[in-house]
């Protein structure tokens, strides 16, 4: 059983186009974080969400983490094929730094 | 300065033999994690440390995976008797808190075990 769903988890657009990915859970998260990793390498970190509602830009990237702390999306404005990645969320419950991923949504920007 | 370095970068080994992979922190990293990852999916948390103490490893899939961390920097993920089911890339993290407040986990490039 996957903690946390991420959908889609593949997705293929033009470059300009918008998108949204989405993660969530049935469970509380203290904060919650998404990365972006390409191939051949590790994970590295975009963001992380802390409050109920909280909305951060990172550029083109707006996060948002759901009020009740148990879902986050990311929404990408005019896609550019430098976003093509793997984009991971991650949770942690609080006190122990124990991060759970999601599954990953592989995104693909055609030039 | 170096982020996270995990040697070996490749590991082939034959079923039943015992693999050890290594990490190095950040310099001053308390914490350090150890995570497993397949191919186009999320990292699979296995165990932590921080400092030299294993905190959690509730990950670990059986008795055959240990982890130590012995001077509170280096850190070494042993296998032993080795699976097929056990090929996977290994990736390595560490921050510089312990706990409460989040801290950002860097990650390493990872060692991809292949067990024949």
């Known amino acids: 059983t996957q903690l946390l769903e991420q959908s889609p988890q593949f997705l293929s657009i033009q470059e300009g186009e918008n998108l949204t990915v989405y993660c969530n859970s049935s469970s509380v998260f203290s904060s919650l974080q998404w990365y972006r990793q390409e191939p051949g390498e590790g994970p590295v970190l975009l963001v992380t969400?802390?409050?109920?509602?909280e909305v951060k830009k990172l550029k083109r990237l707006t996060f948002q983490f759901g009020d009740a702390r148990k879902d986050s999306s990311l929404h990408i404005t005019a896609a550019q094929p430098g976003d093509t990645g793997l984009y991971l969320c991650?949770?942690?419950?609080?006190?122990?730094?124990?991060?759970?991923f999601g599954q990953g949504t592989r995104l693909t920007i055609n030039p | 300065g170096a982020g996270v370095s995990q040697s070996p970068r490749y590991k082939v080994t034959k079923r039943g033999q015992d693999v050890a992979l290594r990490c190095d922190p950040i310099?001053?990293?308390?914490?350090l994690y150890w995570y497993r990852q397949a191919l186009g999916q999320g990292p699979e948390f296995l165990t932590y440390?921080?400092?030299?103490?294993?905190?959690?490893k509730s990950g670990l899939p059986n008795d055959r995976f240990s982890a130590e961390r012995p001077e509170g920097s280096i850190s070494t993920l042993t296998i032993q008797r080795t699976e097929q089911r056990d090929s996977a890339m290994y990736r390595c993290?560490?921050?510089?808190?312990?706990?409460?407040?989040?801290?950002?986990?860097?990650f390493g490039p990872g060692t991809r075990l292949t067990v024949l």
């Open positions: 310099s001053g990293h308390v914490s």
């Open positions: 993290a560490s921050s510089s808190g312990q706990g409460g407040v989040y801290n950002e986990q860097f």
């Open positions: 440390f921080n400092y030299e103490a294993q905190q959690d």
């Open positions: 991650a949770g942690d419950k609080g006190g122990a730094q124990k991060l759970v």
């Open positions: 969400v802390v409050t109920g509602g």
